[in-house]
Structures are given as C-alpha cells and as structure tokens.
C-alpha cells in the first residue's frame, strides 16, 4: 500500500514561496501520476496541479500557472510543489496524491486518486 506524506507547509508573507514534499514510503513515484490539491475552508477540494509518469509532462490550473512548479525529486519516492509569489487566496490545506500510472503520457486534475497523503497547512498572511 503506497502512503503519502506531505511536508514544507508552514507560514508565509504575502510575495513568498514555499516548497511542499511528497514523500512515499516502500515506493517509488516512476510510475505513478502524482496530482497536487488544495482545500480552503469552507471550498470545495480543487485540482490544482499535476505531472504525467512519461516524460514529466506537467500541468496548471490558471490560478497557480506561473507561480508553482511540480516536480519529481531526485530520491525517487518525493515530488514537489514549488510555491512563489504566494497570495493570500493560497492559504489552504495543500494534499499530493498518486495513481498507478507507468508511461502515461497525460495526468489529471481531477479528484480520481488512489492514494492521497493526509494534507499539510499553508497560511499566506501579513
């Protein structure tokens, strides 16, 4: 059973960055497609990035395009989110997620993951 977990959420001024881990435990991603979500009170959970298990190819929904960048790490069992520019409006609880996917060339925003971590906190606040 691949587990989740997420780290670097924390506290950030209005214009900074963070950088959130995906770590599995026992696997490595390869061959998963790995989403990353975000959940603000009283909001729906939203897609807001993923990265396909082929060729890396990445995608954005247009509130982060430009500002966040998914990765793969190095270690074979993380992924990363890469958050600049940060604004108030990105304060939520930010989720990785993965699916069994090798050599896919596509991946997806939406909500159809198997296997989610348990969230990590970001505040964007002055």
């Known amino acids: 059973q691949l587990q989740l977990v997420e780290s670097g959420g924390g506290l950030v001024q209005p214009g900074g960055s963070l950088r959130l881990s995906c770590t599995a435990s026992?696997?490595?991603?390869?061959?998963?497609?790995i989403g990353w979500f975000r959940q603000a009170p009283g909001k729906e959970r939203e897609g807001i990035s993923c990265i396909s298990s082929l060729h890396d190819k990445t995608t954005y929904d247009d509130s982060v395009k430009g500002r966040f960048t998914i990765s793969r790490g190095d270690a074979k069992n993380t992924g990363y989110m890469q958050m600049n520019s940060l604004i108030p409006e990105d304060s939520a609880v930010y989720y990785c997620a993965a699916n069994w996917s090798p050599y896919s060339p596509r991946c997806t925003m939406g909500p159809k993951y198997h296997y989610w971590g348990q969230g990590t906190q970001v505040t964007v606040s002055s």
């Open positions: 026992r696997f490595v991603l390869n061959y998963y497609v």
